[in-house]
């Protein structure tokens, strides 16, 4: 089944459009229950009610039986939310006209001087009225255009017999209704909130993919932006670097130099962190390039130790390197990054002993 407009924004109007569905795709299992019931009367009833009425009664119930499964054949094969009151309308008169023909049903069957009979033809109907109770509380209109009208006729014939039994079994049927009505009314109701919470979960859950959505985009730009930017936000750093040890070489008291090397560990601090940031930034946004490939360790030793071992001087904490030649596959861009952030991370945090990089 397709539907060719989607469903309305408003809740009621989703409510309703869900109640049609439900109540038409029962339409199969109710038309194949009063074909089977139809059918058990009409052989009870064959040798006791006369044959031209039960012939018109059981004719006019397979046009009306046949004509609601050709309209729910049409609703299955393309239902179109913008033809919902047509939809409704079919409902509704369907079920009247279902009620009418088993209401007539009732006063056919109704076998004037056989209690048994009477009682079995009310009892039929009574449990039409029951079964529908799971179908059509779904749907209110369609319950009260079949039930009343269906328990109406054979209600009337019981009081118009004037005796203390039918006035029992009229009164019996009057609370039944009413019993039935009641219960009816609660289900809908318990029905169409829970259909109502589940269409704002619905909402809720929409909301938050599309929340979801705005913030991984979000966070997707800014991404981009810093890999974009990480070649530029570098550079002033470098330079405060090189300015600094450019400082530091001009200071001859003891107490500038001791400022000078505060501002170079502070200043190496935050390039540390602002490098890690920016690899990260590249990492999520996916613009690092790996390539990998075989290659020897010891070049990228020897440029770590040019740049390292002076720091570990100073701190008094020497690095041994590895002297074997290693062949690794790798990229070694990114592998001498990790490497160096390793090594930073030693000399800032080692206070006493020594490094090994093996």
């Not at 469903?7 to 109640?19: F, G, K, L, M, W």
């Not at 170079?264 to 996916?286: C, H, M, P, V, Y």
């Not at 613009?287 to 290659?295: G, I, L, N, P, R």
């Not at 100073?314 to 002297?323: A, F, G, H, L, S």
Request: aromatic share 10%; proline share 3%.
């Amino acid at each position: 089944m397709t539907s060719t407009t989607p469903v309305p924004d408003n809740s009621a109007s989703a409510i309703r459009v869900e109640q049609i569905k439900t109540l038409y795709e029962s339409i199969a299992s109710r038309v194949v229950f009063n074909l089977v019931v139809s059918a058990a009367l009409v052989y009870v009833f064959w040798d006791v009610v006369a044959h031209k009425w039960l012939v018109l009664w059981v004719t006019a119930m397979l046009i009306m039986l046949g004509t609601r499964v050709a309209i729910y054949l049409s609703f299955k094969r393309r239902f179109d939310v913008s033809k919902l009151k047509r939809y409704q309308t079919f409902l509704i008169l369907g079920s009247a006209s279902a009620g009418v023909i088993w209401g007539v049903g009732g006063v056919i069957m109704f076998v004037a001087g056989q209690l048994e009979y009477q009682l079995l033809i009310l009892l039929s109907l009574l449990a039409m009225a029951a079964g529908s109770a799971f179908s059509l509380s779904i749907y209110l209109p369609a319950y009260f255009a079949f039930v009343p009208v269906m328990l109406a006729p054979i209600t009337l014939r019981l009081l118009l017999s004037g005796d203390t039994i039918h006035t029992a079994l009229a009164s019996v049927t009057i609370v039944f209704l009413i019993a039935q009505t009641v219960f009816n009314v609660k289900i809908n109701r318990s029905l169409s909130s829970a259909m109502e919470l589940r269409f704002e979960n619905l909402d809720l859950i929409e909301q938050l993919k599309e929340q979801k959505a705005e913030a991984e985009e979000a966070n997707s730009a800014k991404s981009r932006f810093l890999a974009a930017a990480s070649h530029d936000l570098r550079q002033p750093l470098y330079a405060l670097t090189l300015f600094v040890s450019a400082l530091e070489e001009r200071m001859s008291s003891t107490e500038d130099r001791e400022i000078t090397n505060k501002i170079k560990r502070s200043a190496d601090s935050l390039q540390s962190l602002f490098e890690a940031l920016l690899d990260i930034s590249q990492l999520d946004a996916g613009t690092v390039d790996v390539q990998k490939s075989d290659f020897d360790l010891q070049p990228i030793y020897k440029r770590l130790a040019v740049e390292f071992d002076p720091q570990a001087a100073q701190r008094d904490v020497p690095i041994n390197w590895p002297q074997d030649s290693l062949v690794v596959n790798s990229e070694p861009v990114l592998l001498e990054q990790i490497l160096r952030n390793y090594l930073a991370n030693a000399i800032r945090y080692t206070k006493a002993g020594k490094i090994n990089v093996a």
